[in-house]
């Protein structure tokens, strides 16, 4: 793979499938070397012979679960004496927090409806919404507090955190939640703990009302309201990065239940452009695919 210091390094998360292996796949065509992860080894195994298959050579697979902090441990262990550093850190990897009636799924006609037409079917339980909040956002956090180390030996360090459409301000009915993580020169981890912690707790206790929280899809559209929250936070304390938050597109996914418009290439794009823009670009910022938009 060729002398670490010289080359660039890419970790992606939950990368085994859809756009996480297509993030892996546009930077290796760029000359990035590449560490896949996901959670189940063979799945990952199997996703990096695919891109070999492909013509691709510098790609290597670790295992990684962002809900372990052992596991994320044991991938910084690795990178660290394998490379010596990082340049880039893609955090993709997410759940949807919700499960979907059987019955409604099978008779559900992937061309014609959109993701909000599944709304009525769509099964909120709280031990998912736990789950969804410690993976999309809990797991964005340890990985990116884990590697920021390795990342400041890079000459060039990028974080970008994939968010959503539903990451921006305006999913969330409260005005005074809204103000709070709108001021990004004062928010704090603790304070956004705070909120989460408020969020779960009404979620918790069937509390989840419609001027506060959205209903729908709750704890994903709020995992993803920290993420990008976050974002602000991690690229005020950290200067001399390059840190944004990416919405990749309403892609055709499993995590959309396959129901999106923009092939995986085409939401990769995003992403792979915020991972290699030149020094000195836009930091804190949210990105609707290739486009600077704006956290509202």
């Known amino acids: 793979m060729g002398d670490?210091?010289?080359?660039?390094?890419?970790?992606?998360?939950g990368a085994n499938k859809g756009i996480g292996l297509e993030i892996c796949r546009q930077l290796l065509e760029k000359g990035i070397t590449v560490v896949l992860t996901a959670r189940d080894e063979t799945r990952g195994k199997t996703a990096v012979r695919k891109l070999r298959d492909g013509g691709a050579k510098d790609v290597v697979f670790h295992q990684l679960d962002v809900a372990d902090?052992?596991?994320?441990?044991?991938?910084?262990?690795?990178?660290?004496?394998?490379?010596?550093?990082?340049?880039?850190?893609?955090?993709n990897a997410g759940v949807s927090g919700i499960e979907l009636e059987a019955e409604a799924l099978s008779g559900f006609n992937k061309k014609e409806n959109h993701l909000e037409s599944l709304v009525p079917v769509m099964i909120q339980q709280?031990?998912?919404?736990?789950?969804?909040?410690?993976?999309?956002?809990?797991?964005?956090?340890?990985?990116?507090?884990?590697?920021i180390p390795l990342l400041q030996l890079s000459q060039s360090p990028r974080i970008v955190n994939l968010t959503s459409v539903y990451g921006k301000l305006k999913v969330i009915p409260s005005e005074t939640i809204k103000r709070e993580l709108r001021d990004a020169d004062n928010l704090t981890d603790g304070r956004l703990d705070n909120i989460i912690s408020s969020f779960l707790d009404d979620f918790r206790t069937n509390n989840v009302l419609k001027d506060t929280w959205p209903t729908d899809l709750s704890a994903y559209k709020f995992s993803k309201v920290a993420v990008s929250a976050y974002t602000r936070i991690l690229a005020r304390k950290h200067e001399k990065m390059c840190i944004n938050c990416v919405h990749p597109g309403y892609v055709i996914t499993d995590i959309t239940w396959n129901t999106g418009k923009l092939t995986v290439?085409?939401?990769?794009?995003?992403?792979?452009?915020?991972?290699?823009?030149?020094?000195?670009?836009?930091?804190?910022?949210f990105y609707f695919e290739t486009t600077l938009s704006s956290f509202e």
Not at 70 to 90: N, R, T
Not at 136 to 145: A, D, H, S, V
Request: charged residues 20%.
């Open 265 to 285: 290439e085409e939401g990769a794009k995003g992403p792979v452009m915020l991972a290699l823009l030149p020094d000195g670009g836009p930091s804190g910022q």
């Open 69 to 91: 902090p052992a596991s994320i441990a044991s991938l910084k262990e690795f990178i660290q004496h394998q490379f010596q550093k990082l340049d880039i850190l893609v955090n």
């Open 4 to 13: 670490a210091c010289t080359l660039r390094i890419a970790l992606v998360t």
């Open 126 to 147: 709280h031990e998912k919404a736990k789950e969804c909040i410690n993976i999309n956002f809990y797991g964005t956090k340890r990985m990116c507090e884990a590697f």
